[in-house]
């Protein structure tokens, strides 16, 4: 009898430690595939996290880089102490730009920037035809010539020829448009000329669009 139950209590210590091993190796399974689908959970937050602020960067880069120059209230202005020195500026700032974009005509200038010289004279031959009728009712003759700074730079910039003559023009209209954006802008707070004021306002948006012209064709020419 006791060789009997010696063989049966051995068989039933081997049955229990198989069993203890297998509930283990479950356990191990189970431990790695929470740690495995923890581990995909973090990966997939960090790159939906990525993902979402990226956006975000792409539209503040775009936002820094591109869209139209604007005025700038507080850099350079003309003289402008009151509404008829401000539009004796106006006007001496239309025939600046309609002057020297008609020098551009005579010279051997891109395509572009006769294009540019041709939308100047147009868009300042108007401005001034605009300002007129307010500068009348404020007993103000408009000026029909450049200012002094610009009769001074008119022969520098008639010796000159081509590329050289197209690279200074472009410049010229980049300082020049950013001073009479500045200074419309700064006028418009202090007059109190009702129209003087509606004829600002109609032209800024027109000077800031020259302005970002004349910016992107002197890049193309650098």
Same mark, same amino acid.
């Given at each position: ?39 995909a959970?973090?990966?997939?937050d960090t ?5 979402t602020?990226?956006?975000g ?12 120059a604007?005025?700038?209230?507080s ?8 509404d ?5 500026s106006?006007?001496?700032s ?19 920037a006769k ?27 408009l000026? !029909?010539? *450049?200012?002094?700074? #610009?009769?001074?730079? =008119?022969? &520098?910039? @008639? ?7 197209? +690279?200074k023009?472009? !410049?010229? *209209?980049?300082?020049? #448009?950013?001073?009479t =954006?500045? &200074?419309l @802008?700064?006028?418009?707070t202090?007059?109190?000329? +009702?129209a ?15 302005l ?11």
């Amino acid at each position: 009898m006791k060789r009997l139950i010696l063989p049966l209590l051995g068989a039933g210590l081997l049955a229990l430690n198989a069993c203890s091993s297998t509930d283990s190796s479950t356990s191990d399974t189970a431990t790695t595939g929470t740690s495995t689908e923890a581990n995909a959970s973090a990966t997939t937050d960090t790159t939906g996290a990525a993902a979402t602020s990226a956006p975000g960067d792409s539209s503040s880069a775009m936002q820094g880089g591109g869209g139209m120059a604007k005025a700038d209230p507080s850099g350079p202005t003309a003289p402008h102490a009151d509404d008829k020195e401000f539009m004796m500026s106006a006007a001496h700032s239309d025939q600046n730009e309609i002057q020297l974009s008609k020098m551009a005509l005579t010279k051997d200038v891109s395509a572009d920037a006769k294009a540019l010289a041709n939308k100047m004279i147009a868009d300042h031959t108007k401005s001034t035809a605009n300002l007129k009728p307010i500068a009348a009712k404020a007993g103000v003759t408009l000026p !029909a010539d *450049m200012d002094a700074e #610009h009769k001074a730079l =008119a022969p &520098t910039m @008639a010796k000159l020829t081509g590329k050289e003559f197209e +690279t200074k023009y472009l !410049a010229q *209209m980049v300082t020049d #448009h950013q001073k009479t =954006a500045n &200074t419309l @802008a700064a006028h418009k707070t202090m007059t109190k000329n +009702t129209a003087l004021s509606g004829w600002i306002t109609t032209t800024l948006p027109v000077v800031e669009e020259h302005l970002s012209m004349s910016h992107k064709d002197s890049d193309m020419k650098m």
